[in-house]
Each structure stands twice: as C-alpha cells, then as structure tokens.
C-alpha cells in the first residue's frame, strides 16, 4: 500500500546562510510551533560558496553546506521537527551549479580536462561552438578587462600546490592542464642542471616523459577517459613526492614559476604564460564578452551558475543521493523545485522524481503517482494554467501572492497614477509594446549568444529543404527574434514521447500570428517555415527531428 504524502497546512521559510544555521532554526522550532506553523520551507542547504546568502549556487547536491551547520545540527533540528509533529521541504536545485566555487570537483575536473573530463557530460556545454577557436574549449568571461592587459597588468598569477599547477586570477582558481606542467617543468629542469647526474634530475625527465604520452584533453572514449584521469593524478602524486623528497626541485619550480609569469612592462615577457593559456581547456575573457560568444548554458545571464544535464540518468542518480536519503528518513517530507522550467523536460524529471521514491518508500515504481509532496517554483502568466499531467501538488504561490496583493491595492485611482505617469515621461506607453522591445533588448544585450545559436540551427534545417534553402541566416535570427518577443508564455512543453498539447499549439500559432502582425515587411513563409518546425509538421522525420526538437 502506497504511503500518504504528508500535506503542509502552513509553511514558514527559513534563509540558510552563515548568519542562520541550522541551531538557529532549532531555537525558534517551539515558536514557529505556536504561530501555528506545520511545516519549515528550508532554502537550499547544500555546499556552495561560503559567503553565498541564498545558496542557489550549489556546488555539491550531495553535501551538507558547513556554513549552515553539520549532520548533527542538521538531525537535532529534524529531531525538534518530528517531537512537534512538523515537517520540512526542502529547496532542491536541479537545473544548475555555482561554478565560482573551487570545491566544484565536477567543474575544476571539466577545466582541466576538457571533454576527456569525466563530468565533460554533465554540464550543458557546446565543444563545438560557431567560433573555431572556442572548439574544445570553455568560454569564461571573468575578467575584468580585455584579456591582453589583464595578462600584462601581470593579474595572472600560477600556484604549485602538492604536485598541482592551477592559475589565479583575484579570487578566481583554474586547474592547468596537466600535459601543460612542460611548460614549467621544463624550465625548473634547466635550473637543475648541475644536478644533471642525480637522480632527481632523472626522475624529473621521467615526469615529463609521463606528460607526454598522457592523452589529450580532446579525447572523449571511455578508455582514453579513464587512463587519464588515472595517469594525471599518478603524475600528480609524483611530483609532489619527488617535491618533498627533493627541496631543489620545488625550489626550481618556484623561480620557473616566476620567471613565466613575466615582468610588468615588458610585454614580450608574457609571451610563455599566454602560450599557456592558450593550451588550456578554457578560454579567459572579459566579462562583456559573454553575451556574443559564451559556450555554456548559464540560469539566464548568470555567467556563475552553469547548466547541468539532469535529463542524463546519470546525472540525476549522482545529484539526488544526499536528497533521497534525507527523504527516506524523513529527515525531508516534501520538495521545492526551482525553476522547473529551465529543465529540458519537466514533466520527465519530475515523473522520475516521484517514481524514485515509490522505490524507496513503497518498493514499487510502476504507478509512482504523487507519494511524494512535491511543489514547483513556476511564474505563470496570463491565463496560463499549470499542465495537468505534472505529477505535483502545485506551484510555490506566486500565482497565488499575485491575486492576494491585489487586496493590498486600490484601482480605483489607476488611471490618475497612469496620466501622472505619462505626464512625467511626457509620452504614452503601450503597455504589450513595452514588454515585447523589452524582450527584445534581453535577447540583443544578455542572450546574444543564444539567438545565433538558434539563427544557424535553423539555417542548417532549412539548407535541407530546397523549398526554405534561400532563408538567409540573417533572416532566420532576426524570425527567431520577434517570435519570442510575441510568446505570450514563459515556454512550450513538446517532447518526442508526449508529442504537442493543443495548449501549446495555441502558443506558438498566437505567437506567430503576432509577429507576423508585427512585421508586415518580412516575407510570412519564413514565420511558417518557423511555425512548422515547432509544430513537428512537414519536414521528413528522419532526417531532422532530433534539430527541431532541440529547437
């Protein structure tokens, strides 16, 4: 018999941070109790930076964050929960991770290794970008200046660090590429040379050997995946060794590491270190950059937070480990899901969720159902109504703040606070022109990258139709543009198992019959070339159904 889901009557948030632990929330659990208060909606408590105040940028879901406070503390708080017959949802974050955070292991893995990574698949990154230089690469636009004068500013600085090489930029870390250690092993082997007879002088040219048949970064085949990540860390783990056992030989990577990073004002000095650079599994620029070129899925334009693939059945096992332990012990009875719509399919993840834990609770996983308490953080708009088929209990309330504050407001007066307005900015806004040009800006100034993206997926699709061949690309960005500008809802919900609801059909027919409206001088077909490839209609299914969905 399937077990019932515990139903919060009221909920109470509590901010985890630094400043409020989890001893904090154990001392006001008797006086939450009183307010009448069922259940705590704990934000997320999983590691992430130690000064972040929200604790969205988590940087491991299977952590608790020690800014927040240790197992213990975490179990005498659910213990002072459960005397009271209380429960707690907690916030989970499956859509992303913070990625200034040097205890990223999946993230500092991926800048050293690049695709040979064994998380390369975990994060939503392009390897294969428009630009030919970013091929193999990751853009991080963390500068603060254009990447020439930051290097010869001399703001890059190289650390050694138990047989690791890693770059420093302020508070930023970046792991060196370890077949790239030559560039400094190298030299610290000259400064050894009147030791040429020794055996640390040979054991170092051994290391260096070792570097060389190391497979690359661009390798992606399990084996060669495997025999890296390996060999890296017994180089690694050799270094440092030969480091202790031999003060010399830190010691002269010490003066190499000195002598790469150059000399302010000589600019021909910097030219090794920008070799460097240039091998890495990353790319550094200035900030600005990020809009136009940046290769990896970010939350919005939050160039910290990069995307994750939890669509990927391993990716979704490895980050709900912590999270299906807690849920199994009620330690957690119930969960909030942030921003469900930055997930490839929603209905999916949280289908699985639910299933999950019929395994857990009730060792059944044909019919999951909704055993599980289970919210969403969803933004609806207009008349737009949450999908049926999502096995949740609801949103997190917005819909709902949205309707109460309206009580708190007196219309009566709003048309005199709308001529105040006017007259102030001496001219009418029309309200849906406002949002549409403003749409229009995000995607010109934060999401640049993306609607190029877009512009060439769609002219690959449309160079394999001789009937859309002559759609420039020009023509494809500027369409993909003013269509969203006109969708009057967040996103669609299409899937190749699920097909497309008549809900979403109407979306995408309202939006094109907008923009068409909207752009009169723009020849329709291409609207409906656009149209027809959302819809899944007219084009030949084996050949360019996996481009349209992607789309």
Avoid at 242 to 251: A, D
Wanted: hydrophobic share 40%.
């Amino acid at each position: 018999m399937a077990s019932a889901p515990r139903i919060p009557k009221s909920t109470y948030r509590l901010q985890f941070n630094r400043h409020f632990g989890f001893k904090d929330a154990t001392e006001i659990i008797p006086y939450l109790q009183k307010l009448g208060i069922s259940d705590i909606y704990s934000s997320p408590f999983f590691r992430s930076r130690p000064d972040s105040d929200h604790g969205y940028d988590v940087s491991n879901h299977n952590e608790l964050n020690p800014s927040i406070g240790t197992r213990a503390d975490l179990d005498a708080m659910v213990v002072a929960l459960t005397e009271r017959g209380m429960g707690q949802i907690a916030d989970f974050v499956p859509n992303h991770m913070g990625i200034t955070d040097p205890q990223n292991e999946w993230w500092m893995d991926v800048l050293e290794n690049g695709p040979s990574s064994r998380f390369a698949q975990f994060f939503d990154i392009d390897w294969d970008p428009l630009k030919e230089a970013l091929r193999n690469k990751v853009l991080l636009p963390v500068l603060g200046d254009q990447y020439g004068r930051v290097l010869e500013r001399g703001e890059f600085h190289v650390r050694f660090e138990e047989g690791a090489f890693y770059l420093n930029y302020f508070d930023w870390v970046f792991p060196l590429n370890p077949r790239t250690y030559h560039f400094l092993l190298r030299i610290a082997l000259e400064k050894l040379g009147q030791y040429s007879d020794e055996d640390m002088y040979l054991d170092l040219e051994s290391i260096l050997t070792a570097l060389e048949y190391l497979p690359p970064r661009t390798l992606t085949d399990d084996e060669k995946v495997r025999e890296r990540a390996r060999e890296k860390e017994v180089i690694k783990r050799r270094i440092f060794r030969l480091c202790r056992e031999c003060p010399q030989v830190e010691e002269a990577i010490e003066l190499a590491i000195r002598q790469l990073e150059g000399r302010v004002g000589e600019s021909h000095s910097f030219d090794r270190l920008d070799e460097l650079l240039d091998a890495q599994a990353y790319r550094l620029s200035y900030w600005k950059v990020a809009a136009e070129e940046i290769n990896y899925r970010r939350f919005f334009d939050v160039n910290e937070l990069a995307a994750i693939r939890v669509e990927n059945p391993i990716v979704f096992d490895t980050i709900h480990k912590f999270i299906f332990e807690l849920l199994e012990t009620r330690a957690v009875t119930g969960l909030r899901i942030d921003h469900v719509d930055g997930l490839r399919d929603p209905k999916q993840y949280l289908t699985a969720l639910q299933r999950r834990y019929s395994e857990l609770v009730d060792g059944d996983s044909a019919e999951p159902g909704i055993g599980l308490y289970l919210i969403v953080e969803k933004i609806l708009s207009e008349d737009e109504k949450l999908r049926s088929d999502w096995p949740v209990y609801g949103t997190t309330g917005y819909d709902f703040t949205a309707e109460i504050t309206q009580l708190l407001v007196d219309s009566n007066h709003g048309e005199k606070f709308s001529t105040i307005y006017r007259d102030f900015i001496e001219r009418h806004v029309h309200f849906e022109s406002l949002i549409y040009e403003k749409k229009k800006l995000v995607m010109d100034v934060s999401l640049a990258s993306d609607i190029e993206s877009l512009g060439h997926m769609l002219s690959d699709v449309s160079e394999r139709d001789r009937l859309h061949r002559d759609f420039t690309l020009d023509s494809l960005r500027s369409v993909v543009r003013e269509l969203i500008a006109c969708f009057p809802v967040y996103r669609t919900y299409i899937s190749a198992e699920t097909g497309i609801s008549e809900a979403d059909r109407q979306v995408i027919l309202r939006a094109v019959r907008a923009a068409k409206r909207r752009n009169a001088a723009i020849d329709t077909s291409i609207f409906d070339f656009l149209r027809d490839i959302l819809l899944l209609e007219k084009f030949d299914e084996t050949d360019s159904e996996t481009r349209r969905l992607r789309l």
